[in-house]
């Protein structure tokens, strides 16, 4: 009997030690596991901290394009809405449906990293240019379980490409200008002379001619002459406006680039029944900015060029120019009709069809903002429910 109890001791004595045993391996196997889980954290605090350096969005899509991750960088794209958990689709493009030719989509099909370049056209990024790439993350049987799209906004390298064209068109048509100028001058010089001649001799003639006849042609050839001379204004505008300027920046009187732009349109102008009004406020000494005569030039054609194209029925178009402080304001008003923007930007975006303009003239309006811009200026562009447009630009005074 006693050795009976003596065996079930040592039975429960077997029982404790393999149970302190398996308890020292749970313990040992959860410290493992705690390493582990110091180690997960340490490379997921690494990898967003990677993620958040990046200088592009990055956002991870899981197979339904719902977001699962997005760095910082992506959240500062969009801060008006949470991204975790949200449609690709609904959050960066405003869109109700799966985006036509989804990228990702695509990406989730053929495995591959795709690119290109996309336009937001609606929401707080509306007329920006974005770059974006689509990768596969793949999983262990190489199916595609998420997808890594990166954005980049590539906006002002899409204005500078857009700066590119119009420089090149600008440069194409001055060399047209330069020769037609050229070609023009000639005849319209012969015309001058003549008429200007015509009417020295005039006096010599009048006894063979009575009163009404003889007052009839002294009047045509007044108007010959003076709308000759008028013509050669108009082409020495244009060979002005041909030439190339230096890429030093230059005082210029801002008033004298106005009444030279306007000079230009003035023919144009009677003939649209447009009635040009020019009210120039800026004190001596104060009309001045540091600029490029040629690129200041180029902004008041196409902001008139836009306004004449808007003013189908004609009527007043005014201009203004302020001394406010220590800068100079220009403000040009005009009644153009079509849609009404209130303060709005986009009109400055090349994708933006404004007023009846569109294409190459919402192209013309965002190389006018950026010549803006390059001469620390702004410009700004607002209009009310009669369709009253108006352009107010304002540019730092330099002192001569």
């Given at each position: ?88 689709f ?28 996309t ?9 920006r ?8 993350i ?59 001649g ?5 006096k ?28 050669k ?7 002005e ?55 200041l ?103 001569q």
């Amino acid at each position: 009997m006693a050795d009976r109890e003596k065996d079930i001791i040592h039975d429960f004595k077997g029982i404790g030690f393999s149970k302190i045993g398996y308890f020292k391996e749970v313990q040992s196997k959860i410290k493992e596991l705690e390493k582990l889980n110091v180690e997960l954290a340490k490379r997921h605090t690494r990898l967003e901290a990677i993620f958040n350096s990046m200088s592009d969005g990055l956002t991870i899509l899981d197979k339904g394009l719902n977001i699962v991750f997005a760095n910082q960088v992506q959240k500062n794209m969009f801060p008006d809405t949470s991204l975790i958990g949200k449609k690709c689709f609904k959050t960066y493009f405003r869109r109700e449906k799966v985006c036509r030719d989804c990228p990702s989509l695509r990406t989730l099909e053929s495995r591959e990293t795709l690119q290109g370049e996309t336009l937001v056209k609606s929401g707080e990024y509306a007329g920006r240019y974005f770059e974006w790439t689509t990768s596969p993350i793949k999983g262990p049987s190489n199916t595609v379980e998420e997808i890594i799209y990166l954005m980049r906004d590539i906006t002002p390298r899409k204005e500078f490409e857009h700066k590119l064209v119009q420089t090149d068109r600008m440069a194409a048509i001055g060399f047209l200008a330069a020769g037609i100028a050229h070609e023009i001058n000639n005849p319209l010089t012969s015309i001058a002379g003549f008429s200007e001649g015509l009417l020295k001799r005039l006096k010599n003639i009048k006894a063979y001619m009575d009163d009404i006849h003889f007052k009839s042609f002294r009047e045509y050839l007044d108007i010959i002459q003076s709308e000759a001379y008028r013509c050669k204004d108009i082409i020495q505008n244009l060979q002005e406006f041909s030439r190339s300027s230096g890429d030093d920046y230059e005082t210029i009187p801002i008033d004298r680039i106005i009444r030279d732009t306007i000079s230009l349109f003035r023919q144009h102008a009677k003939d649209s029944g447009i009635k040009m009004n020019y009210k120039n406020h800026l004190s001596l000494g104060l009309n001045t900015i540091s600029g490029k005569e040629s690129q200041l030039k180029h902004l008041f054609l196409n902001l008139f060029d836009r306004a004449f194209k808007a003013m189908e029925k004609g009527g007043p178009l005014s201009l203004v120019s302020t001394n406010r402080g220590s800068k100079i304001e220009i403000v040009i008003g005009y009644n153009g009709g079509g849609p009404v923007h209130h303060f709005s930007s986009n009109i400055f975006n090349p994708s933006s069809i404004n007023g009846g303009a569109g294409g190459s003239h919402a192209i013309d309006l965002s190389i006018c903002y950026s010549i803006v811009r390059q001469h620390m200026g702004e410009i700004q562009f607002d209009a009310d429910e009669d369709h009253n447009n108006r352009f107010t630009i304002r540019f730092p005074v330099c002192l001569q």
